[in-house]
């Protein structure tokens, strides 16, 4: 009965140090969405995935940032040789496959990431 | 085009009263319109949502009332509580789950 898992809650990195933040979607969802959230403003979208599959990347920066979601375990978002800028709370959804209706996203509780 | 603007960015209400936010969108493939609620520390829970085939929505003390043709929606809250203390955002999609595109957020405080 398990919501969107994301670990960990709080994760702080110094500049130049990779951070990696995990998501595990809830039971009978196969489709994984990665946001970003800077303080006092609202959630901007970076990457959608399916198992093994990576369908709209078009919001994720295109150096340093990368995602996964592997057939077993949760899906990765990783950033490599952080910066200060990319401190921020990155928070997971996940929904039940897409046909032409939109399923609705549920959201974890998201992990913030603090660069010193 | 793929922007959503909210307004206000900040709402004060007695405790009773009516919560009104308001959303407006230029993408007119979007065909979902959620609202979330979020409180400090914790994810976007989801509160409703409407497809533009219907003009209002209404789920307990929250409506969401849609205008296609404007291309606005917004959120009713109707006897505000202190417990709704939170920030609201809208959001919107295209068919067949794409992405959301987030308003920027409402922080709404109910007085007591």
């Known amino acids: 009965n398990a919501g969107v898992m994301q670990n960990p809650r709080h994760l702080v990195r110094r500049r130049g140090q990779e951070a990696r933040l995990r998501c595990s979607p809830m039971?009978?969802?196969?489709?994984v969405y990665w946001y970003r959230q800077l303080p006092e403003e609202g959630l901007k979208f970076m990457v959608y995935?399916?198992?093994?599959?990576?369908?709209?990347e078009s919001g994720m920066p295109k150096e340093r940032f990368s995602a996964e979601f592997p057939k077993e375990g949760p899906s990765i978002l990783r950033i490599q040789q952080v910066v200060r800028g990319d401190s921020a709370a990155y928070f997971c959804?996940?929904?039940?496959?897409?046909?032409?209706?939109?399923?609705?996203?549920?959201f974890g509780d998201g992990t913030r990431l603090s660069i010193l | 085009q793929q922007q959503v603007k909210q307004s206000p960015q900040s709402l004060i209400v007695q405790k009773g009263g009516i919560s009104i936010i308001n959303c407006a969108y230029e993408?007119?493939?979007?065909?979902?319109f959620p609202w979330y609620q979020q409180f400090p520390g914790k994810g976007p829970a989801l509160l409703i949502a409407?497809?533009?085939?219907?003009s209002e929505k209404k789920e307990g003390r929250f409506t969401i009332s849609f205008n296609k043709s404007a291309k606005q929606f917004s959120l009713h809250i109707m006897d505000s509580q202190p417990g709704d203390s939170a920030t609201y955002f809208c959001a919107a999609s295209g068919i067949g789950g794409s992405r959301l595109t987030f308003g920027e957020g409402t922080q709404l405080t109910v007085n007591p």
């Open positions: 409407i497809r533009p085939d219907v």
């Open positions: 995935l399916q198992k093994e599959n990576i369908i709209d």
């Open positions: 959804a996940s929904s039940p496959a897409q046909g032409l209706l939109n399923q609705p996203q549920h």
């Open positions: 993408n007119t493939a979007f065909d979902y």
């Open positions: 039971k009978g969802h196969s489709h």
